[in-house]
């Protein structure tokens, strides 16, 4: 028999969201108002706020993957595609056309289910005279993250057993990661497979490379490589921020935080924010803290992550142009040497690794013969270190 308390909470919940009452705005209000419509008789409260626990944060949630989500406790398919359905909807048709239509409170919008921080009107005013600008299609990643887990994914990684399973990835995480609670094990297990393993598919060759190389600086770079893959907001920054003052060698959190502000005007999330920027900079040894500043530099090249990396951006065999090795955005993320990429291709040129390389003219080419997976197969059989 439906409790009526649930309907009347139920009720309210759509009252509050139809009357634009501030508090219908929250994470946890829009999702379990969502989930009302896809589980029935039932107090969605405590639900919604586990799975905002467990995934960080309601984009998250948006994000993964249908059959991620019914790993969920208590969630079913229905409700699955409800929330895949709102994902797809917010990613093809939340376009600028649309918001000028619908939002008059601030020229300056923030991303699909941030809150917006109050109107300043001498700011819209000046706004007005400012050109629009294109609005860019939502992709994977690039919403605000609050957690990188990298440090804890290096050092489990080379423990995770060589499976392609999903299930038995997840019950290993689950069981074995390094916290107490059993809700934090899960919920930091959701935060490396959707980092390491997208669209809920294990590779097996990263286990594979992490079983080679345990908790070393190659891993290290792979699972970075990696994590700004799967999060390219943190490609971003890098490109924007870090690559535009490798001269001076450091940042400042502050830094971080006004980025992270600029990207994100009014979120609620900013500190959890730049602390997940420094924890994937500092869990990956790409930079390293003293006193108030992050400091880092250009980095040399451990062949067996460059090899690796680079058969994951080309994987399919064949020849490629070594302009666009150069100018790879997830390369020039590593905050690798760009001098030493050419000595580096001759490296694993040298080991068998790629086939070969020309330099005629102004034409230079490189030609790989493996596939990911292939690679790293034959640097496990040769025995590669860095």
Known sequence: MPNPENKGHRQRLRERFISDDASSHSEEAILELLLTYAI??????????????EYGGLSSILETSIEHLCQSQEIKETSAILIKLVDWIRREYYTTSQLDKQITVSPIQAPLFESVAPADTEKDNAAKDLPIREKIKTRRGTELFGKAVLKETVQILPKVPLTTSTKEMTDFLNNNLPFNSEQTRSRRGRYIKFNMFPDNTVDLSLIKFAHAFPESRELRDVCFYKFCRAQSLMLEFIESIMLQ??????????????????????????????????????????ASKKGKQIIFSLRSIPIVSFAFILHNEFPEPGMYDIDKLNNNRMIRAMLWN????LHCLYEIRNSGLISKISEIDNIRQFTTKYTP???VEQIISKGEKA
């Open 40 to 53: 029935p008789q039932k107090d969605i409260q405590p639900l919604a706020k586990r799975l905002l626990m």
């Open 245 to 286: 003052r490798i001269g001076s060698g450091f940042i400042t959190r502050d830094i971080i935080t006004d980025y992270l502000r600029s990207r994100f005007p009014g979120s609620k999330a900013i500190s959890d924010g730049t602390s997940a920027i420094c924890e994937a900079l500092f869990g990956a040894e790409i």
């Open 338 to 341: 760009p001098e030493q990429l």
């Open 373 to 375: 997976s292939e690679l």
